[in-house]
């Protein structure tokens, strides 16, 4: 694709910084740098120039790298000025450069979408892309270099291109049985094949709530009575006062929630309202939130204050659960015994006797939970979408009552096609807006 016009936007992190990064690409590239740096610079150096507007005004010394395309991130001509960090010098510097004919400003995730449309990266790869820029722990980093490296990408293409030869060799023994160079009755090989890819599908679809943990993070929720200590341990494992605590009961009225980096996986902390019957209207509503959040928990935290326990009824979810006795710094020895042998940890958050211990627990839930983070997962809800797709007309195409080969191989073809949709291979127009606009200006 031979973009008409060029796009510049401010490509580093936020203003005022040491140095930021502006970064234009398209036809009008080579015309930018022979004008505001003073001539053209050598491909893939960093030169130091001082940077002019067209009147001769000085806007800034700093450094600029040229990329010749179709080598380069877009396949366009692409460059990066470097310059101070300051909000007038970028300022000035954007409104210079924008002011060219033919050059504008870009829109959000435009750098990434002329990279995809120029064949430099498939549309699992710029998800991936997105997932690395917005990282925060280093399991996600790990996941998002992996799926950017086109590991997830291969995936799918090859499962492809098995669909696309098992739908040739049924069309050749459809068409030419009676040729020398068509062998003949191919059809159990492929349908055998195709039997196993949906096996493989259904697996790698499974993994899908692995990915979720991984990118969004693993949630643990808090319940408990009215003062069994919520709000005291969901401060002690935020390391910070977060949550309001008082004698009062009922003072947890809404959901408070607290993200922790635990051995390189994101997990959520939800602080909830204490579970008790006849509550008063405002307190009803938070815990009715309660009981909605532990519905979607991946783990819960079931408090009891050890010295006056407190029963909450039925837990309202299947989630796999900590019995967890708190207050242990009120209870004597003998107490503190029993409490031990009658909950799964028994902790203090006055003086965070047992939290360490916990939180350590929780960690390691949520490793369990993520699985290795080096396993191929779709990463999208969109990938799960049309995996369940392809896997739908691959059952329909290996149903020994379906009627006629030729049927058989056009849910060949459906199939194929759906998994071609994963990477933009095929039919993808629809779908570009909404995955380019997560990403930022400069990207």
Same mark, same amino acid.
């Not at 009147?55 to 395309?69: A, K, R």
């Not at 008790?276 to 307190?283: I, N, S, T």
């Not at 958050?349 to 939970?369: H, W």
């Given at each position: 694709?031979?973009?008409?016009?060029?796009?510049?936007?401010?490509?580093?992190?936020?203003?005022?910084?040491?140095?930021?990064?502006?970064?234009?690409?398209?036809?009008?590239?080579?015309?930018?740098?022979?004008?505001?740096?003073?001539?053209?610079?050598?491909?893939?150096?960093?030169?130091?120039?001082?940077?002019?507007?067209?009147?001769?005004?000085?806007?800034?010394?700093?450094?600029?790298?040229?990329?010749?395309?179709?080598?380069?991130?877009?396949?366009?001509?692409?460059?990066?000025?470097?310059?101070?960090?300051?909000?007038?010098?970028?300022?000035?510097?954007?409104?210079?450069?924008?002011?060219?004919?033919?050059?504008?400003?870009?829109?959000?995730?435009?750098?990434?979408?002329?990279?995809?449309?120029?064949?430099?990266?498939?549309?699992?790869?710029?998800?991936?892309?997105?997932?690395?820029?917005?990282?925060?722990?280093?399991?996600?980093?790990?996941?998002?270099?992996?799926?950017?490296?086109?590991?997830?990408?291969?995936?799918?293409?090859?499962?492809?291109?098995?669909?696309?030869?098992?739908?040739?060799?049924?069309?050749?023994?459809?068409?030419?049985?009676?040729?020398?160079?068509?062998?003949?009755?191919?059809?159990?090989?492929?349908?055998?094949?195709?039997?196993?890819?949906?096996?493989?599908?259904?697996?790698?679809?499974?993994?899908?709530?692995?990915?979720?943990?991984?990118?969004?993070?693993?949630?643990?929720?808090?319940?408990?009575?009215?003062?069994?200590?919520?709000?005291?341990?969901?401060?002690?494992?935020?390391?910070?006062?977060?949550?309001?605590?008082?004698?009062?009961?009922? %003072? +947890?009225?809404? $959901? *408070?929630? /607290?993200?922790?980096? @635990?051995?390189? =996986?994101?997990?959520?902390?939800?602080?909830? &309202?204490?579970?008790?019957?006849?509550?008063?209207?405002?307190?009803?509503?938070?815990?009715?939130?309660?009981?909605?959040?532990?519905?979607?928990?991946?783990?819960?935290?079931?408090?009891?204050?050890?010295?006056?326990?407190?029963?909450?009824?039925?837990?309202? %979810? +299947?989630?796999? $659960? *900590?019995? /967890?006795?708190?207050? @242990?710094?009120? =209870?004597?020895?003998?107490?503190?015994?029993? &409490?031990?042998?009658?909950?799964?940890?028994?902790?203090?958050?006055?003086?965070?006797?047992?939290?360490?211990?916990?939180?350590?627990?929780?960690?390691?839930?949520?490793?369990?939970?993520?699985?290795?983070?080096?396993?191929?997962?779709?990463?999208?809800?969109?990938?799960?979408?049309? $995996?369940?797709?392809?896997?739908?007309? @691959?059952?329909?195409?290996?149903?020994?009552?379906?009627?006629?080969?030729?049927?058989?191989?056009?849910?060949?073809?459906?199939?194929?096609?759906?998994?071609?949709?994963?990477?933009?291979?095929?039919?993808?127009?629809?779908?570009?807006?909404?995955?380019?606009?997560?990403?930022?200006?400069?990207?």
């Amino acid at each position: 694709m031979i973009s008409g016009d060029s796009i510049v936007a401010l490509s580093s992190g936020r203003l005022p910084a040491g140095v930021a990064v502006l970064r234009i690409s398209g036809p009008q590239t080579r015309f930018v740098i022979e004008t505001i740096a003073g001539g053209m610079v050598k491909e893939r150096a960093a030169v130091l120039r001082k940077f002019k507007a067209p009147d001769g005004t000085v806007l800034d010394s700093g450094l600029i790298i040229f990329f010749p395309g179709p080598a380069s991130f877009t396949g366009e001509d692409v460059a990066e000025f470097h310059v101070h960090g300051g909000r007038a010098v970028v300022a000035r510097m954007l409104e210079t450069i924008a002011a060219f004919d033919g050059v504008r400003h870009a829109e959000p995730g435009e750098f990434t979408r002329r990279a995809f449309l120029n064949g430099k990266l498939d549309l699992v790869e710029t998800e991936a892309l997105a997932d690395l820029v917005n990282a925060e722990t280093e399991a996600q980093r790990r996941f998002a270099v992996q799926n950017a490296d086109g590991v997830q990408s291969e995936l799918y293409m090859s499962w492809r291109r098995r669909l696309i030869h098992a739908r040739a060799m049924i069309e050749a023994e459809i068409d030419f049985a009676d040729e020398d160079d068509v062998p003949g009755s191919v059809s159990d090989t492929v349908w055998s094949d195709v039997r196993a890819m949906v096996g493989e599908i259904d697996r790698h679809i499974a993994g899908f709530h692995a990915a979720e943990i991984i990118r969004d993070g693993f949630e643990v929720v808090i319940l408990g009575a009215p003062n069994a200590g919520k709000s005291s341990l969901f401060n002690a494992l935020a390391r910070r006062d977060a949550a309001i605590v008082t004698d009062e009961p009922g %003072t +947890t009225r809404d $959901l *408070l929630e /607290v993200t922790l980096d @635990l051995g390189g =996986l994101r997990v959520r902390l939800t602080d909830t &309202a204490g579970l008790r019957d006849a509550p008063g209207k405002v307190e009803a509503i938070g815990i009715e939130k309660a009981r909605a959040k532990a519905n979607r928990a991946d783990f819960l935290l079931l408090l009891e204050d050890s010295l006056s326990p407190k029963g909450i009824g039925p837990v309202p %979810t +299947t989630a796999p $659960l *900590l019995r /967890v006795g708190t207050k @242990l710094d009120l =209870l004597n020895a003998q107490a503190a015994s029993d &409490a031990a042998s009658k909950y799964d940890f028994v902790i203090s958050a006055m003086n965070g006797i047992g939290v360490e211990a916990l939180l350590a627990e929780i960690g390691r839930r949520a490793a369990e939970a993520a699985g290795d983070v080096g396993d191929v997962l779709p990463s999208r809800l969109r990938h799960v979408e049309l $995996l369940g797709e392809a896997n739908r007309h @691959l059952r329909r195409a290996t149903d020994d009552h379906a009627a006629g080969q030729e049927l058989r191989a056009e849910e060949l073809r459906l199939a194929a096609d759906s998994l071609g949709r994963i990477v933009g291979a095929i039919d993808v127009e629809d779908m570009l807006d909404v995955i380019f606009g997560q990403f930022c200006i400069g990207k």
